[in-house]
């Protein structure tokens, strides 16, 4: 069994940050899972979750969407289970329910970022 737990989500306003987490527990140790941050925005069905960012198991690799490049920092710890996304300079499209992916296909229930303009 394999949980995954999102935290940090909210209400802000245009131009300010916020840091999501997410930390896995299961058979794997933490450093065994490719880890990913995705959202989904209201009409949107779970196969159009936009991938924002990802990170390799070390850490040394990651991938932005271009929207966010510049913007958002995709980093893991793999002492503490726990992968993170720090936004920054939020605009309102940022806002959306997003989710965490442990790879290959374990989603958490989602954290929502709302972004007042």
């Known amino acids: 069994q394999v949980q995954v737990e999102e935290s940090g989500g909210g209400l802000v306003q245009a131009g300010d940050s916020v840091m999501l987490s997410c930390v896995v527990s299961?058979?794997?140790?933490?450093?065994?899972?490719?880890m990913g941050w995705f959202r989904q925005v209201p009409g949107k069905e779970r196969e159009e979750r936009e991938c924002v960012a990802t990170i390799n198991y070390s850490g040394d690799t990651t991938y932005y969407t271009d929207s966010v490049k510049g913007r958002f920092t995709i980093s893991r710890d793999n002492a503490k289970n726990t992968v993170y996304l720090q936004m920054n300079s939020l605009k309102a499209e940022d806002t959306a329910v997003y989710y965490c992916?442990?790879?290959?296909?374990?989603w958490g229930q989602g954290t929502q970022v709302t972004v007042s303009s």
């Open positions: 992916r442990a790879s290959p296909d374990y």
């Open positions: 299961g058979r794997r140790t933490f450093d065994k899972y490719a």
